[in-house]
């Protein structure tokens, strides 16, 4: 709202919600969307096949739900996986700028004024978004930094709902219909990235994205292959990761290091508080990984305590 208590409306930007029989869970993020401070153009719902029949009967009268002058669009297709969904949803937008939110999410607020922001200021910028807070099975904030393809060949530095630049969908082919069992994200912010030299994604530092967890979750089931996946994005972008093959392996590197001082420090604490290791963590202290800092942190381990 403005200071006049009037709605504002970004013109310049849609949102396209994907849903499979989220149930009440979608109005949860199409409230999220109306809510705004500003406001997107249209919001485009494209269900990807629901079964759930109360899903399905909500999603045919949602525009019932809402007292909004934000125009909702329904779109129906047979279930293709969410890469599939988002890429009809995109097909359907104008605007210049693009927001992608799963339908089992919610943003703050503020969220589309913020990151819509962050683009304006930098023509560089291919796509933003924020951190997250997590509710659900887990309470907590999750800070990715965003950056430029360098920082994005370790791991993924954004979050699945952020903004982009149309443009830069048409021009990387839009999300890979091919890839349903996780990282489309992922995937996605690479294509993006290689299409525009010198090109970044950007994140507003404050947790205006509310993504919720659950231990069937599509994000947690895919990193049961998550060496698989890697693999299939390192032979897609093979030229990139050529290209920076040291800044790669070193980013992968530093998180390895952040998780072995980390596990190091769990162990000296246990310690030093005389309590009973874990299986895994005595195990290592008896027989410690070698080449890849695990017997220097055992050794660090055995130099301050009595290791039996």
Same mark, same amino acid.
């Given at each position: 709202?403005?200071?006049?208590?009037? +709605?504002?409306?970004?013109?310049?930007?849609? @949102? /396209?919600?994907?849903?499979?029989? &989220?149930?009440?869970?979608? %109005?949860?993020?199409?409230?999220?969307?109306?809510? &705004? +401070?500003? *406001?997107?153009?249209?919001?485009?719902?494209?269900?990807?096949?629901? +079964?759930?029949?109360?899903?399905?009967? *909500?999603?045919?009268?949602?525009?019932?739900?809402?007292?909004?002058?934000?125009?909702? =669009? /329904?779109?129906?297709?047979?279930?293709?996986?969410?890469?599939?969904?988002?890429?009809?949803?995109?097909?359907?937008?104008? @605007?210049?700028? /693009?927001?992608?939110?799963?339908?089992?999410?919610?943003?703050?607020?503020?969220? !589309?004024?913020?990151?819509?922001?962050? *683009?304006?200021?930098?023509?560089?910028?291919?796509?933003?978004?924020?951190?997250?807070? +997590?509710?659900?099975?887990?309470?907590?904030?999750?800070?990715?930094?965003?950056?430029?393809?360098?920082?994005? %060949?370790?791991?993924?530095?954004?979050?699945?709902?952020? !903004?982009?630049?149309?443009?830069?969908?048409?021009?990387?082919?839009?999300?890979?219909?091919?890839?349903?069992?996780? =990282?489309?994200?992922?995937?996605?912010?690479?294509?993006?990235?290689?299409?525009?030299?010198?090109?970044?994604?950007? !994140?507003?530092?404050?947790? %205006?994205?509310?993504?919720?967890?659950?231990?069937?979750?599509?994000?947690? #089931?895919?990193?049961?292959?998550?060496?698989?996946?890697?693999?299939?994005?390192?032979? #897609?972008? !093979?030229?990139?990761?050529?290209?920076?093959?040291?800044?790669?392996? *070193?980013?992968?590197?530093?998180?390895?290091?952040?998780? %072995?001082?980390?596990?190091?420090?769990?162990?000296?604490?246990?310690?030093?508080?005389? &309590?009973?290791?874990?299986?895994?963590?005595?195990?290592?202290? #008896?027989?410690?990984?070698?080449?890849?800092?695990?017997?220097?942190?055992?050794?660090?381990?055995?130099?301050?305590? #009595?290791?039996?």
């Amino acid at each position: 709202m403005n200071t006049k208590g009037e +709605t504002c409306i970004a013109e310049d930007v849609e @949102a /396209v919600v994907t849903s499979f029989n &989220q149930g009440t869970m979608i %109005l949860e993020a199409v409230r999220s969307l109306v809510d &705004q +401070t500003i *406001l997107p153009a249209r919001i485009i719902i494209v269900d990807d096949g629901s +079964t759930d029949e109360a899903s399905v009967e *909500l999603l045919e009268n949602i525009n019932t739900c809402f007292e909004s002058s934000v125009p909702i =669009f /329904v779109m129906r297709q047979p279930n293709g996986g969410v890469s599939v969904a988002r890429n009809t949803g995109i097909r359907e937008t104008k @605007a210049p700028l /693009v927001l992608v939110l799963d339908g089992d999410d919610k943003i703050e607020p503020g969220y !589309i004024e913020r990151v819509r922001q962050l *683009l304006y200021e930098d023509p560089l910028m291919v796509a933003a978004s924020s951190w997250m807070h +997590t509710f659900g099975v887990l309470d907590s904030i999750v800070c990715p930094g965003g950056g430029t393809i360098i920082e994005f %060949l370790a791991r993924n530095c954004c979050p699945a709902t952020h !903004i982009f630049r149309r443009e830069i969908w048409e021009t990387c082919g839009g999300y890979d219909e091919t890839m349903r069992s996780g =990282f489309e994200d992922w995937d996605f912010f690479l294509s993006m990235l290689e299409s525009m030299p010198d090109s970044h994604i950007g !994140i507003v530092t404050e947790p %205006l994205i509310d993504y919720r967890t659950a231990p069937a979750s599509s994000n947690i #089931k895919s990193m049961s292959k998550r060496l698989e996946l890697i693999r299939f994005l390192i032979e #897609k972008h !093979i030229r990139s990761y050529q290209a920076h093959i040291a800044d790669a392996i *070193l980013g992968v590197e530093a998180i390895s290091m952040s998780r %072995l001082y980390g596990w190091e420090s769990e162990i000296c604490h246990s310690l030093s508080e005389n &309590q009973n290791l874990s299986r895994t963590s005595d195990e290592f202290l #008896k027989s410690p990984s070698y080449g890849d800092g695990g017997m220097a942190a055992a050794v660090r381990i055995a130099s301050s305590y #009595k290791v039996v």
